[in-house]
């Protein structure tokens, strides 16, 4: 659902900043409409499909040359025509709509490729923020590359990217973050997901439906353990976005906290394992798994270690992990 942001409800000093940026308005309108008059001189091929990243909640973050790609394209290729129509007619754009949803894709993309054949210029869409990053698209695309034409990304909002961006789990390493996408519905397989992103030493980023998103936190906290940090991206860019960082075991309470919370659109960004146990590898791992099953805590990370080579304390707290697991209900 979009929404604008409401700034104006404050009182005291964000009114006066707020008036005070308004006092410059005209300023940024005169070099707004510059920008927006120059856009036309950049290159804007035909036969292309221009692929156009769209708000994920607050209107105003639609950019100037997202608006004019929309404006410019022949026919606006979208996940839901009517989600996108809204969109279009908030920034007075008539282009028509076609869709191209999950559904659909391999009949879309053949439409949108004949168009381009025909010099046609195509914009593709979805509900919200970047096509083709868990979202349809990512079909359309490798056709219409693979037929030869030529794709233009027009980035902008990201859901993962605007929930990393205030997380403060990012850091300089290498690998900065992993994208998970979704965790699988059904439970087994979404708890053996989560224990494969759980043992990486790096920052995983997560979506999750909020009917899904209790059962998610409980899962993880049962794979990653209580004391393992976990950011909480909600609603983003909209009225009431809140971004909270705390240890696993609290967040389950923090969703309880207020009924309104677990509803909403959620991003989730589980925080790196710790070095030492993200030096397990997996053959390890496996081995211990094994061994935990007639041995004792003690024995088996003694074993394990005499086999591996992997640090005694390394295989003695993910032992401890394993036992925890096993005997919760
Ligand atoms: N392609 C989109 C993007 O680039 O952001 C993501 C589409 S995916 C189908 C929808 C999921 O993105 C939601 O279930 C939620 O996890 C996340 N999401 C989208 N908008 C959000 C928002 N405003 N706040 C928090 N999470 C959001």
């Known amino acids: 659902m979009l929404c604008v942001m409401n700034t104006s409800s404050g009182s005291d000093k964000s009114t006066r900043d707020v008036q005070t940026a308004s006092a410059t308005r005209t300023d940024v309108t005169a070099a707004w409409r510059q920008h927006a008059e120059q856009l036309p001189l950049q290159q804007w091929p035909t036969g292309a499909l221009y692929v156009v990243a769209t708000p994920i909640g607050n209107l105003a973050d639609m950019n100037l040359r997202a608006i004019y790609a929309l404006q410019l394209a022949d026919v606006v290729a979208a996940e839901d025509t009517r989600t996108s129509r809204t969109l279009l007619q908030a920034w007075g754009i008539e282009t028509p709509l076609l869709p191209a949803h999950r559904h659909n894709e391999a009949t879309a993309a053949q439409a949108i490729i004949a168009r381009l054949a025909q010099g046609q210029r195509v914009a593709l869409v979805s509900d919200a923020g970047t096509p083709a990053i868990s979202d349809p698209g990512a079909r359309i695309v490798h056709a219409v590359r693979a037929a030869g034409y030529r794709v233009i990304p027009i980035p902008g909002p990201s859901a993962v990217i605007a929930a990393l961006m205030a997380s403060g789990m990012t850091s300089d390493e290498n690998p900065a973050f992993l994208f998970a996408g979704f965790p699988p519905p059904k439970k087994h397989a979404r708890q053996q997901w989560l224990q494969q992103w759980c043992r990486l030493p790096v920052p995983v980023v997560m979506y999750e439906s909020p009917h899904r998103l209790e059962t998610t936190l409980r899962d993880l906290l049962a ?19 809140e971004i909270t960082t705390l240890p696993m075991s609290e967040a389950g309470g923090w969703l309880r906290e207020h009924a309104h919370r677990s509803q909403g659109e959620f991003v989730l960004i589980v925080e790196g394992a710790p070095a030492a146990s993200g030096a397990l590898d997996a053959r390890a791992d496996e081995l211990l798994q094994a061994l935990l099953e007639t041995l004792s805590v003690k024995d088996a990370t003694r074993l394990a270690a005499r086999l591996t080579g992997t640090p005694r304390d390394v295989l003695y707290q993910r032992a401890l992990e394993l036992r925890g697991q096993a005997e919760e209900p």
């Open 223 to 241: 794979e990653c353990g209580p004391g393992r940090q976990v950011t909480l991206a909600r609603e983003l860019t909209k009225r009431f976005e």
